[in-house]
């Protein structure tokens, strides 16, 4: 059994698509113990993920931050007794946890986030072929999402749109009027039901969209993403911003509309 700790991230989208690692490091080393060291924030949407053994959180605000944090962080992970770090971020704590250290390789940022992960493992010989993204639901997560979807009055006969107007930064966001409009034109024109998302602190402006559409939408307001992610993966497509729930949809393999503001698509954004 090889012991290994995937280093990951803070931010939800960048920690969903570093879980394309999983499959090939669980089809390259047999019963190994898979481990993902994340930021508190990212901890929600993997903690239960069965494809995982565990998972632990970094805290660099909180306990583990500045020197005194690191050390502690350090002295953490030696006594778990890793036989393999694979360090997606860059670590230099990944190297002084006495384990073998898979990193990256520096300066290709303009190549996809996705792509920059697996050859941390190709270049160690594990095969990546058909590697991707992927957040692993279970039974009980799908029921709760569908137990809410009847109770909402969502029928199956109809299109199931999921819609995420906010995100992390405001020069990334489309307009409110325009979600609107869109959401809008989907329910009368295609007879869709829209499931609109937002995050704990976006709750005024899931209210102001709704506010502004003719057709009353379906308001997500759990701030589970475990739940949030069930309910994207019931969707026959999911349109957002560049951020962690746009990630969280092709993950769980709903099609998705990708709306781009200034950033970079092609580089560590948007894998699909």
């Not at 393999?84 to 303009?110: K, Y």
Request: hydrophobic content about 40%.
């Amino acid at each position: 059994m090889k012991k290994i700790l995937v280093f990951s991230f803070s931010f939800i989208g960048d920690a969903v698509l570093s879980t394309c690692v999983i499959q090939p490091l669980r089809a390259h080393f047999r019963n190994s113990h898979i481990t993902f060291l994340v930021g508190p924030s990212a901890s929600n949407i993997l903690a239960d993920d069965p494809q995982l053994d565990a998972v632990l959180v970094y805290d660099n605000r909180g306990e583990h931050a500045g020197l005194k944090g690191r050390l502690k962080l350090i002295q953490t992970l030696r006594r778990e007794k890793y036989d393999l770090a694979v360090d997606l971020r860059d670590s230099l704590v990944a190297r002084c946890i006495g384990a073998e250290h898979w990193g990256l390789t520096r300066g290709e940022r303009e190549r996809h986030a996705v792509t920059r992960y697996l050859e941390v493992l190709s270049r160690h010989g594990v095969d990546t072929t058909d590697a991707h993204p992927h957040l692993q639901l279970t039974e009980s997560e799908q029921a709760k999402a569908h137990n809410f979807l009847a109770e909402a009055d969502a029928t199956p006969d109809r299109l199931l749109i999921g819609m995420h107007p906010g995100g992390n930064w405001e020069y990334k966001l489309w307009d409110a009027k325009k979600y609107a409009q869109l959401a809008t034109a989907l329910s009368t024109e295609k007879n869709a039901s829209i499931l609109l998302f937002a995050g704990p602190n976006e709750r005024q402006l899931q209210a102001q969209v709704a506010d502004m559409m003719e057709t009353p939408p379906i308001l997500v307001k759990t701030g589970n993403l475990r739940e949030v992610a069930a309910l994207i993966a019931a969707c026959d497509i999911y349109i957002g911003n560049d951020t962690g729930p746009m990630h969280i949809a092709a993950a769980v393999s709903t099609p998705v509309v990708a709306l781009f503001g200034s950033t970079n698509h092609r580089s560590e954004r948007a894998f699909w």
